[in-house]
C-alpha cells in the first residue's frame, strides 16, 4: 500500500483499511482494526484489541490499547472502542477495559483528546468531547456529550459527567458532575452551571431560565437533596434538560453528587 510508510511496522494479523494512512515509524499489533481513513501520523503504537473509526487522526506517540494500568489485569481479552472523527494529540494514552468495568474502554466520535491526556481502563467518553492538555480519567469514569475538561484536571475513579458539564483546569474532580454544570477546585466544587457552552450550542434562553431555576432550587439550603430533587421533578416535569439532570442525581452510583462549596450554597 502505497499509504503506509516504508518505516511502519504493521502485524500482518491486523486489519487495515486499504484507504488508511500510517506513517513513519508507527507500530500496529495483531489484534488492532484500522476502519476507513484513519491517520496514524509518526511513531504511534496502537496495540491490544483496538479498534479506531475512520477519520481518526492520531499525533506522534500516542500510546493507544496498551495494557491497562490496573495490577488487578491478568491478560483478559478486553477491548478498546475508538469512534470517527477523533483527533488524538501527541503523549496521549489510552487503555483497554477489564475484567472489573465491563471488558471495555470506549470513546465516542468528534473529540479532541489534547497533548498529554490519559484515558484509563473502563472509561466511557461519548461525542464531541474536549479532553484539554494532560486531563486524567482514572478507571471507570463515564463523561457524557459535549463535556469541556480542562487542562491538567483529573477525574477519580467511577466518576461520571453529564452532558454539557465544563470541568475547570487543575480542578481534581472525586464526586459525580451533573449535566449543564460547572465545577471547578481542588477538590472540586459545583459553580453553577455551564451558561457559556449553553449559549454557545444555542439553547434557548427559556431553556436556560428553567435551568437556572431548578438549579437554584435543587441547591438550596432547605431540606433533604433527596427532597429538593423531587421538587424540582414535580415542577419541571415536561423540560428535558431539567430531568436530565434529575434522572442523573437518581441514578445509581458509587459517588456522590459534586455540591457547592458552602459559601456558596442556595
Known amino acids: 500500500m502505497t499509504n503506509i510508510h ?73 477491548e478498546l472502542v475508538i469512534g470517527e472523527n477523533n483527533v488524538i494529540r501527541e503523549h496521549v494514552t489510552i487503555n483497554p477495559g477489564t475484567e472489573g468495568g465491563g471488558m471495555l474502554t470506549q470513546i465516542g466520535n468528534n ?20 479532553l484539554v492538555n494532560n486531563a486524567t480519567l482514572g478507571g471507570h469514569v463515564e463523561i457524557d456529550d459535549f463535556v469541556v475538561f480542562g487542562g491538567l484536571g483529573a477525574a477519580h475513579q467511577f466518576v461520571r459527567i453529564g452532558k454539557h458539564a465544563m470541568i475547570g483546569g487543575m480542578s481534581a474532580v472525586e464526586n459525580d458532575v451533573i449535566p449543564y454544570g460547572s465545577v471547578y ?21 427559556d431553556v436556560i431560565h428553567a435551568l437556572r431555576n431548578a438549579y437554584r432550587l435543587l441547591f438550596a439550603n432547605e431540606g433533604t437533596l433527596n427532597e429538593r430533587v423531587d421538587d424540582v421533578a414535580e415542577l419541571f416535569n415536561d423540560n428535558e434538560p431539567v430531568m436530565e439532570i434529575v434522572n442523573f442525581i437518581q441514578a445509581e452510583s458509587s459517588r456522590a453528587i459534586c455540591q457547592p462549596a458552602l459559601e456558596h450554597a442556595g
Open 6 to 78: 516504508p518505516t511502519a511496522i504493521i502485524n500482518p494479523q491486523a486489519e487495515v483499511s486499504d484507504t488508511a494512512i500510517i506513517g513513519p515509524y508507527c507500530v500496529i499489533g495483531p489484534n488492532v482494526k484500522l476502519i476507513g481513513d484513519v491517520e496514524l501520523l509518526s511513531h504511534v503504537a496502537v496495540d491490544g484489541r483496538t479498534t479506531i473509526g475512520a477519520g481518526t487522526k492520531a499525533f506522534p506517540f500516542s500510546s493507544i490499547g496498551h495494557q491497562p494500568q490496573d495490577l488487578k489485569y491478568n491478560g483478559e481479552p478486553s
Open 185 to 205: 477546585g481542588n477538590r472540586a466544587h459545583l459553580n453553577g452551571l455551564n451558561l457559556i457552552g449553553l449559549k454557545r450550542r444555542g439553547f434557548d434562553r
Open 111 to 130: 473529540c479532541l483528546l489534547m497533548v498529554g491526556v490519559h484515558v484509563g481502563h473502563d472509561c466511557k467518553i461519548a461525542n464531541h468531547v474536549v
